[in-house]
């Protein structure tokens, strides 16, 4: 018997799915704060800023209920993608989400109306409920300064509702009808979803890849016009309203969002590229290796050795809790938990959505992780990445609403942290040398996927909204760009590649984060940084760890790197340090292959 339940449990949060009455009732009552937030806006006040603080309560209610309201619907639509009901509590969500929004521009623009010494007085004197938040109370105030009238960037945001984000669910629904042909071990011919036939490209039969990918392109080809149209218009939508908010760079937003200045994004690049020399070393060998003469798309993140084993869930999961205690019992505990109590939907099924998740319940504490688990070294690194996510969430659910919106590349510092605890303890216990090759490579992995596949992403990404200025990208002209950054930023080292990858990237149509990539790389290499630093600071820095995690929702990443790391993030010192610890694996990783 299992000992993990392999499917995840939502009725705690709202008994019935899609037809729960008491999740109606949940968006009803979301509903009727949020008009009377609208009313409390509107209302003229003797005192303003005794008025703020009550609505700054009411606010952070809402936002916490709308989170979780959030989760719920995107775990139902994951978990089966023909849930029509799901995708119509999605629009009422969303509609929800975009009246908030609307009421929050006004109550930012509130902000920005206090003078300055008044406002720093206020705060001064504040509660500590309000100090508590005074940091994302300040940052909403500055951003206020740089938006559009309140009632403009309301209608905005009503108008997204059925324009920008419609878009990105109708990508949802291109993707729920993909349907892929595939043999069967038994030479039986099946139809796969997205999900289920994405595991099969790292296959470790090179003809199973080779099929696949070759039905993966031919599928995502046909859809291509579609994909390309709705592309199209996310990227229109954003180019419009910067535009009118007057902002040049379309890295402002995301930029924003994820805390950081674009010095510390140029600098994290400027080190990568300076890394790169070594992971070409690395492709050429495992080039080698496989015997071919360069690697496809399909071959760089073929498993090696024994790698290439099915690992079943419950294993998967145990040997994750094990690696996880060696860094902290807290994790651990936290680990054992969260799988037996069914916070994790893993099942191998036809319906399900593609890609990994994980959500937060922040009304209720929990944490909910979406995968497709099939028993690949990828699926555990997944499995222990989601649960670093849900380990984040965990430690911050005490904080004010406000205090616990992360910004993206902070939430992957801690999922790749997660990573690094498993694939390096797993490493360093292997004995056997075979063993030792796969794991040694399938971390080096993650650093071809974060230095190389993501920064081809960040290339297609800013250069497609250089040209969708100028107008409509054509699906053609979309893989000449894919190509293109794929090449560059895999420096030479691939054979074929993978055009059609900006179809089939959910990132690329997600509407609530501009700039789905970066932030990953940043992760990886902050939680590197801060890896080395556990590593050398012993079991004690399990407390520390904790301590940083708690502030991401209210510091920059400068900020937060200063306080708890004493390093600056601007400079590429610390970034060509963190790149330095891959070098070191994959010197081993020559070493152990050198015939």
Not at 387 to 412: I, K
């Amino acid at each position: 018997m299992a000992e993990y339940p392999l499917t995840w449990d939502l009725d705690i949060f709202y008994n019935g799915g899609s037809g729960s009455a008491s999740f109606a009732a949940e968006l009803k009552g979301i509903e009727d704060d949020i008009a009377q937030l609208d009313q409390r806006l509107e209302a003229s006040s003797t005192d303003p800023l005794e008025q703020l603080a009550a609505t700054t309560e009411l606010v952070q209610s809402i936002l916490l209920r709308l989170r979780q309201s959030d989760s719920f619907v995107a775990c139902l639509m994951a978990q089966d993608m023909k849930d029509k009901a799901a995708s119509g509590l999605n629009d009422r969500v969303k509609t929800a989400m975009a009246k908030f929004l609307g009421a929050l521009t006004r109550y930012d623009n509130g902000l920005r109306q206090i003078d300055d010494t008044e406002w720093r007085s206020w705060l001064h004197n504040a509660s500590s409920e309000i100090k508590q938040v005074a940091f994302n109370l300040n940052e909403r105030r500055e951003q206020a300064r740089e938006k559009l009238a309140p009632e403009l960037e309301a209608l905005a945001g009503d108008l997204a509702v059925d324009g920008y984000h419609g878009w990105g669910d109708l990508y949802n629904l291109i993707v729920s009808g993909a349907k892929f042909n595939a043999t069967g071990a038994d030479g039986e011919q099946k139809t796969l979803s997205a999900g289920q036939m994405f595991n099969r490209l790292s296959d470790g039969d090179r003809s199973v890849r080779q099929a696949a990918f070759a039905e993966w392109e031919r599928v995502w080809g046909e859809l291509a016009d579609l994909c390309a149209d709705t592309l199209n218009r996310i990227a229109g939508f954003r180019l419009k309203l910067y535009d009118k908010r007057g902002w040049q760079s379309v890295l402002k937003e995301p930029l924003q969002i994820n805390r950081m200045s674009e010095a510390t994004l140029d600098a994290m690049w400027s080190a990568i590229e300076a890394g790169k020399p070594e992971l070409v070393r690395y492709l050429e060998r495992k080039a080698k290796l496989l015997g071919v003469e360069k690697l496809d798309w399909h071959d760089v993140s073929a498993p090696l050795g024994s790698s290439a084993k099915t690992i079943s869930y419950d294993e998967g999961a145990q040997f994750i809790k094990e690696q996880f205690h060696k860094f902290s019992p807290d994790l651990a505990e936290f680990t054992e938990m969260a799988l037996k109590q069914g916070w994790v939907e893993a099942e191998d099924r036809a319906g399900k959505r593609p890609g990994g998740f994980c959500t937060a319940f922040p009304k209720d504490g929990q944490t909910r992780i979406f995968m497709t688990y099939a028993g690949t070294p990828d699926n555990v690194s997944t499995l222990a990445h989601e649960l670093g996510h849900a380990y984040h969430q965990h430690v911050m659910n005490d904080l004010p609403a406000f205090s616990q919106e992360y910004a993206m590349n902070v939430a992957e510092t801690a999922s790749t942290f997660a990573e690094l605890i498993v694939s390096d303890s797993a490493m360093k216990a292997a004995t056997d040398k075979e063993e030792k090759i796969g794991l040694l490579e399938n971390k080096i992995q993650n650093s071809v996927a974060f230095y190389m596949n993501i920064h081809a992403r960040f290339l297609f990404e800013t250069r497609f909204f250089e040209k969708r200025r100028q107008g409509m990208v054509t699906a053609a002209e979309l893989s000449e760009l894919m190509e293109a950054a794929q090449r560059e930023a895999f420096s030479g080292t691939l054979g074929e590649v993978h055009p059609h990858f900006w179809a089939s990237k959910l990132h690329f149509y997600l509407t609530d984060v501009p700039f789905y990539n970066f932030p990953y790389t940043f992760g990886y290499l902050f939680s590197a940084g801060i890896y080395a630093r556990a590593q050398q600071e012993g079991p004690a820095f399990a407390e520390r760890y904790v301590q940083l995690l708690r502030d991401t929702g209210s510091m920059t990443v400068e900020e937060l790197a200063q306080k708890h790391l004493g390093v600056k993030l601007d400079e590429e010192g610390f970034w060509r340090d963190a790149v330095a610890l891959t070098n070191e694996d994959i010197k081993l990783f020559l070493e152990l292959t050198n015939e």
